[in-house]
């Protein structure tokens, strides 16, 4: 009886010993994933915040504002907006922190829970309106598209479901028209009492982001199927496509984004161009992450 009781005795201090080991472990596995946590954000993503096309007015203001939030330890990688939002999907499935350059509209926002950094400087202006541009003499010489590019205009919502089915694998042809074939009145708005010519030729040109390729196949769609013309988009990069339409290569953009993220190409050529106003308004860019990088809001933040 008594070598049973000293058993019980051992058997219930060895157990004690055995659970303060295991809450001592447990403890220390939370304050290391605690200590990892309260990393700067700077060491959790390498000091690298993930941009886009190279030369683009969003990477410039992306450099000027790493300046004035004096983030001199940091680097501005230069990518693509697919490889940008690639780098994206591949953090955002693994819960991995992440910094990139981001605008909207854009399916990066219906796809990912994210959220912008607030920019108490204002590097990055206030909220944006993409607009449409033409070439000095299109009212004269196609008076009919000039007075449909005019009128075109539309939310942040409805270019949302051209990128979504684009994203989703369609193509953008066939989205631009499933689109079109679903908003009948929108349409109608932008084409009524216009008269179809008949097959005369026009070029417009867009830089290969999401919300540019959804506008101007819609765009390029309408010209087509509801007004007679042979449309033709071109895709380029940001300069040329500036260039284009000042010098009357291209005969319309509906891909500015003014008045802060193509400041410098307006500035430039905005002379020789023909300025028909909004297409879409409250349009935004800036730095963004994933919401559940918690400890970050604010692009000063990135400086500790």
């Given at each position: 009886?008594?070598?049973?009781?000293?058993?019980?005795?051992?058997?219930?201090?060895?157990?004690?010993?055995?659970?303060?080991?295991?809450?001592?472990?447990?403890?220390?596995?939370?304050?290391?994933?605690?200590?990892?946590?309260?990393?700067?954000?700077?060491?959790?993503?390498?000091?690298k915040?993930?941009?886009?096309?190279?030369?683009?007015?969003?990477?410039?203001?992306?450099?000027?504002?790493?300046?004035?939030?004096e983030?001199?330890?940091?680097?501005?990688?230069?990518s693509?907006?697919?490889?940008?939002?690639?780098?994206?999907?591949?953090?955002?499935?693994?819960?991995?922190?992440?910094?990139?350059?981001?605008?909207?509209?854009h399916?990066?926002?219906?796809?990912?829970?994210?959220?912008?950094?607030?920019?108490?400087?204002?590097?990055?202006?206030?909220?944006e309106?993409?607009?449409?541009?033409?070439r000095?003499?299109?009212q004269?010489?196609?008076?009919?598209?000039?007075?449909?590019?005019?009128?075109f205009?539309?939310?942040?919502?409805?270019?949302?479901?051209?990128m979504?089915n684009?994203?989703?694998?369609m193509?953008?042809?066939?989205?631009?028209?499933?689109?079109?074939?679903?908003h009948?009145?929108?349409?109608q708005?932008?084409?009524?009492?216009?008269?179809?010519?008949?097959?005369?030729?026009?070029?417009?040109?867009?830089?290969?982001?999401?919300?540019?390729?959804?506008?101007?196949?819609?765009?390029?769609?309408?010209?087509?199927?509801?007004?007679?013309?042979?449309?033709?988009?071109?895709?380029?990069?940001?300069?040329?496509?500036w260039?284009?339409v000042?010098?009357?290569?291209?005969?319309?953009?509906?891909?500015?984004?003014?008045?802060?993220?193509h400041a410098?190409?307006?500035?430039?050529?905005?002379?020789?161009?023909?300025?028909l106003?909004?297409?879409?308004?409250?349009?935004?860019?800036?730095?963004?992450?994933?919401?559940?990088?918690?400890?970050?809001?604010?692009?000063?933040?990135?400086?500790?």
């Open positions: 009886m008594k070598k049973t009781r000293k058993w019980l005795i051992f058997t219930s201090l060895v157990a004690l010993f055995l659970l303060g080991a295991c809450s001592a472990n447990n403890a220390n596995t939370a304050n290391n994933a605690k200590s990892e946590g309260n990393k700067p954000v700077g060491e959790q993503v390498d000091y915040i993930t941009g886009t096309d190279a030369g683009s007015g969003l990477m410039r203001l992306t450099a000027q504002a790493m300046q004035d939030y983030l001199s330890d940091w680097t501005l990688l230069e693509s907006a697919a490889g940008m939002t690639a780098e994206l999907d591949r953090a955002y499935k693994n819960e991995e922190p992440i910094v990139i350059v981001a605008w909207s509209p399916w990066m926002f219906n796809t990912y829970d994210l959220k912008y950094l607030e920019d108490p400087k204002l590097t990055y202006g206030e909220p309106e993409i607009r449409t541009i033409a000095l003499g299109l004269e010489d196609h008076p009919v598209a000039y007075e449909f590019l005019d009128r205009h539309w939310t942040a919502e409805d270019m949302g479901e051209v979504i684009i994203q989703g694998g193509d953008p042809g066939a989205a631009a028209k499933k689109w079109v074939d679903e009948e009145a929108e349409v708005e932008w084409t009524d009492g216009l008269v179809p010519v008949d097959g005369d030729p026009i070029t417009l040109s867009y830089v290969a982001w999401d919300s540019e390729i959804a506008s101007t196949n819609v765009v390029r769609y309408v010209l087509d199927e509801k007004l007679g013309y042979e449309a033709q988009a071109l895709q380029v990069e940001i300069g040329p496509m260039i284009g000042s010098n009357g290569d291209v005969d319309a953009i509906v891909a500015a984004w003014l008045p802060v993220t410098d190409y307006w500035d430039k050529y905005g002379d020789s161009l023909d300025d106003g909004a297409n879409m308004i409250n349009v935004k860019s800036g730095l963004a992450v994933p919401t559940y990088m918690k400890d970050v809001n604010s692009i000063e933040d990135l400086q500790s």
